[in-house]
Structures are given as structure tokens and as C-alpha cells.
């Protein structure tokens, strides 16, 4: 059974999956796996079939096994090559990729030749891997079982509820500098969107800040409605940071209190929210199956070479579209799902969670909207910003005129952060936030005190319903990814250059 039966081309994708458990677990969906998974396991399924009668099956067993371990784990051999004096000179992917195949063509010559004496290799490959899925099962038990270290605590809410709760949209501008960047950094004549905004019924909070300048740290914090635990979340470098926030993201404490005051929850973002998976994603925020994914042959390739095949003079109109442009049609999706959304009456209230990677780069249009060309290309980064941030003004008043119809409902217009970059001497810009609100009885007096994000859904809660969440003071956090660093940022440097 075991000398004759390739059980090691279902093991190595079971080990391969376990391997991305056992380092990235807690911080996943096991249902983002299934997908990817079964795909594996159908193709080992399909060779183990189709070549059971076969006289040189043995060879063609283990020629995939070795093709198998190439495609799942490209990224480490590419970097064994790397790192390995005498093959560093060979490590460019015009050279590795022709030596790679040469390699794997000459195993497979030599397996079809002793086809007839493979049994042993088939029963030995056999037993090791089933060692090492037992192996590494047992450390991704040991993983689940272990808590990851939680970077926010769960809050108690009072159980009564409000009469009359509204529906909250949160539509989330990423990088999105606040009024003071945009007039005093970038010169830019915003009082024509001041008044739009205003004229549909939204208050425009001038002063607010973020609490962070990187989107995952602010957006934990401001759905948990609190800081995260510093301790915790160091160390910030090597995903780390992005890993813990994700599943504070993920169960948060203003979901958790919506859905006990029986709201539903809608994700539009690019985030998993309430275990609802992304429906939209960001090349550089690797989530769920993307992050056990990333290191096979295919994601490697993409990173590396196929970029070429949707920018500069090899680029392609299908690649263009799919890969370069991508972000692009999804704000522009994620835009008209959100104004085509309707709830059916008398069904509860509802929150929807919207992530726009407005004006967050790539810049893909001018400030009219129209797709760059090769001229637009050509511009200067700030002329680009300026005109990415005016095109992302016009977009936010349409989204403003439509969303302020609904009846009973809470528009929140927020950024994250503010712009980034900018030089060391103006870091207090990036915590320039953007807010804009309409409430249901326009009543504004008491938001006007709301300085951060982290206060934002505390003021909702309490107002909207029946909570009595006392204000959390001011704080300010410079999150330094290279340098493994996060830094207090003094109250009083934000409101100077």
C-alpha cells in the first residue's frame, strides 16, 4: 500500500497547507483555504489516477511530486539560491527558470529510465512526509491552542436598546489629508467641496486626527473604540503589525455591539469584518489564503517579472485592466454597490463598512477622473496627488448626495490617516484627518468636542444607542515599520509644522 500508492502527492499539499496554518493560524479564514485546497488535491488526484496503469507511473508520480514542491515552495528554493554563494550568480530568474527546468527534465530521464526500481523512493517519500504532516499537525494544534497575544480588549455594552437606531454607513477614505493639508501643504482651493458637503447636511469636523498613520493600526482602533495595546503589538515589522491588527479588525467592539442591539452587518471593505471575508483586496495587504499563497511559483512570478506585462513598452491591454488597473475598478465597484444598496423595510437596522483606496496610491486618473496616459505618466508625484485628491473630492460629494436620502441614517465621511509623504519636519501632517458627518437630527454640538478617530463611534454609541462611554484623552502614535519603532507623538507637535 504504501510502496505502491503515491500518497506523498496528497501529502506535500496537506504539509504545504499546515506549514501556512501553523504560521499564520489565528489571523486567517480556514474557509479562504478550501478553494485552494481542493484545487491541489484534485490535481493530485487527477495524476494518481490517470497514470495508475501506466508502467512508468512510479517516475511520473514522482517527477509531479518534485514539480509540486517546486510550484508551493518557489519562494524558498528562489531564496536558498539567493543566498547560497555558488548559486547567487544563477539566482536572476532568465537564468533559474532554464536551469530549473533542465534540472527537473534530466530527474525525470533518469526516473523514466529506472522506473522499475522506484518503489522504494515511492514508499520512503511516503513515510516521510506522513512524518512530517503529523509533525507540523500537531504544531498547528499547538498554535490554536496557544491564544495570539490580543492587541485590544473586549469592552461591556448596557443591553437596553434605543427606540429609534439608525443605519450607519462608514465610508472609509484611505490616505485622505485633512482641510489644513490640503490648503496649507498642497494649495488647494477646497471651499467649493466645503459647500457641496455642507449643503447636503454634513458637518464638516475640521480638527479631527488620527490616532495613527498606518491604516490597520487606525482602523483597529477606531472600531474598537480604544488604543491598541502597545506591548503587544510590537514587534511591527515583518507583517506582524498587519497580522495582529487584522483579527482586531476582524472582532471588534463596534460590530459587537451593533449586532447585540440587532444590526446587520454589510463589508465592502478590505478587510475580513465579523468573519465575512474581504470582497476586496489590496496587492500589498495580503490576507487569508493570499498569505499562505504568496510563496508559490505563480505569486512569485507576478511580483517579479509579470509586472512588465501591464506597465512600460511590453504591457497589455488585458493585463492592464486586470492587474494595474484593479484597485481602480474596485473603488469604482465598491462606489456603485454602495449607492445601489438597498435594505428591504421593516428588516432591523444596518451598518455597512466601505474602504475607498481613495486617494491612496497608485493614482490612476486626473482630477477630472479620465485614466492617465503615457503624457499623464510623466508628471510630477505632488501634481499627481493634488489631482488624485481633487478627482476623490468630486467622488466624495457624489457618494455625500446620494447617501444623505437615506432616512434615519448616520454618514460618516473618514480617513484613516492623512497624507504620508511627507518630509521628518512635517510629520504632524500625516495625522491631518478628514471627517464629515450627517446625523440623523443634524444635531452637532456635542461631535464638535471629538478630536481623534478613536472617540468617533464612542460618540455614536452613546448618542445613538443608549451607551454611556466615557471620552478617551488624545493620543498620537508614529508607527515606524523598518525601524521595529512606535513612537508617542507629543499633543502639541501635531498642531505645529
Avoid at 501556512?20 to 494518481?48: D, E, K, N, R, W
Avoid at 480604544?226 to 498587519?242: E, G, H, I, R, W
Amino acid at each position: 500500500m504504501m510502496r505502491n500508492h503515491p500518497w506523498f502527492l496528497y501529502l506535500i499539499v496537506l504539509f504545504f497547507f499546515l506549514l501556512g496554518l501553523g504560521q499564520f493560524g489565528p489571523y486567517i479564514l480556514l474557509s479562504s483555504l478550501l478553494v485552494p485546497f481542493t484545487c491541489f488535491s484534485l490535481l493530485a488526484l487527477i495524476i494518481h489516477l490517470g497514470f495508475r496503469k501506466k508502467d512508468n507511473r512510479q517516475a511520473v508520480y514522482q517527477m509531479s511530486f518534485v514539480l509540486l514542491v517546486c510550484y508551493l515552495f518557489f519562494e524558498d528554493i528562489h531564496h536558498f539560491a539567493k543566498e547560497t554563494v555558488i548559486l547567487r550568480s544563477l539566482s536572476s530568474y532568465t537564468l533559474f527558470l532554464p536551469l530549473l527546468l533542465i534540472l527537473c527534465t534530466g530527474l525525470f530521464l533518469v526516473l523514466k529510465k529506472y522506473h522499475t526500481r522506484l518503489s522504494d523512493v515511492s514508499l520512503f517519500l511516503n513515510r516521510l512526509m506522513l512524518i512530517l504532516c503529523v509533525i507540523q499537525g500537531f504544531m498547528v494544534m499547538n498554535r490554536y491552542l496557544k491564544p495570539a497575544p490580543a492587541i485590544t480588549t473586549n469592552m461591556s455594552f448596557q443591553t437596553n436598546q434605543s427606540t429609534s437606531q439608525p443605519d450607519i454607513y462608514l465610508v472609509l477614505f484611505d490616505e485622505y489629508p485633512g482641510l489644513r493639508s490640503q490648503h496649507e501643504f498642497f494649495k488647494l482651493d477646497t471651499r467649493n467641496f466645503e459647500n457641496a458637503l455642507k449643503q447636503e447636511g454634513f458637518h464638516i469636523q475640521d480638527s479631527i486626527q488620527s490616532n495613527y498613520t498606518i491604516t490597520v493600526a487606525s482602523m483597529s482602533s477606531l472600531l474598537n473604540m480604544q488604543y491598541v495595546d502597545t506591548a503587544k503589538l510590537m514587534p511591527v515589522n515583518n507583517y506582524s503589525l498587519f497580522l495582529k491588527c487584522f483579527r482586531s479588525i476582524n472582532q471588534n467592539n463596534f460590530v459587537s455591539l451593533l449586532k447585540k442591539s440587532g444590526y446587520s452587518i454589510h463589508n465592502h471593505s478590505i478587510f475580513n469584518l465579523d468573519h465575512q471575508e474581504a470582497p476586496q483586496r489590496f496587492e500589498l495587504l495580503k490576507q487569508n489564503a493570499d498569505l499562505v499563497m504568496k510563496k508559490t511559483f505563480f505569486q512569485q512570478l507576478k511580483k517579479d517579472v509579470l509586472w512588465n506585462l501591464w506597465v512600460g513598452k511590453h504591457k497589455m491591454d488585458f493585463f492592464v485592466q486586470r492587474y494595474l488597473l484593479q484597485v481602480h475598478h474596485q473603488n469604482n465597484r465598491a462606489i456603485q454597490d454602495l449607492l445601489s444598496q438597498q435594505w428591504p423595510e421593516h428588516t432591523g437596522p444596518h451598518f455597512s463598512y466601505t474602504h475607498l483606496m481613495l486617494p491612496h496610491e497608485p493614482f490612476f486618473t486626473d482630477s477630472t477622473g479620465r485614466l492617465y496616459n503615457e503624457q499623464y505618466d510623466q508628471k510630477d508625484s505632488l501634481t499627481k496627488v493634488k489631482d488624485y485628491i481633487r478627482y476623490t473630492n468630486k467622488r466624495m460629494i457624489e457618494i455625500a448626495k446620494a447617501l444623505h436620502k437615506r432616512p434615519n441614517a448616520i454618514v460618516l465621511l473618514l480617513s484613516d490617516h492623512g497624507y504620508r509623504d511627507y518630509p521628518d519636519s512635517l510629520n504632524g501632517f500625516k495625522f491631518d484627518n478628514f471627517m464629515a458627518i450627517s446625523l440623523p437630527d443634524q444635531q452637532y454640538d456635542e461631535i464638535r468636542n471629538i478630536r481623534t478617530n478613536v472617540n468617533i463611534f464612542r460618540f455614536i454609541a452613546n448618542r445613538f444607542l443608549n451607551q454611556k462611554l466615557p471620552m478617551l484623552p488624545d493620543q498620537r502614535f508614529l508607527i515606524d515599520e523598518e525601524k521595529n519603532r512606535i513612537q508617542s507623538f507629543d499633543t502639541d507637535q501635531i498642531s505645529s509644522k
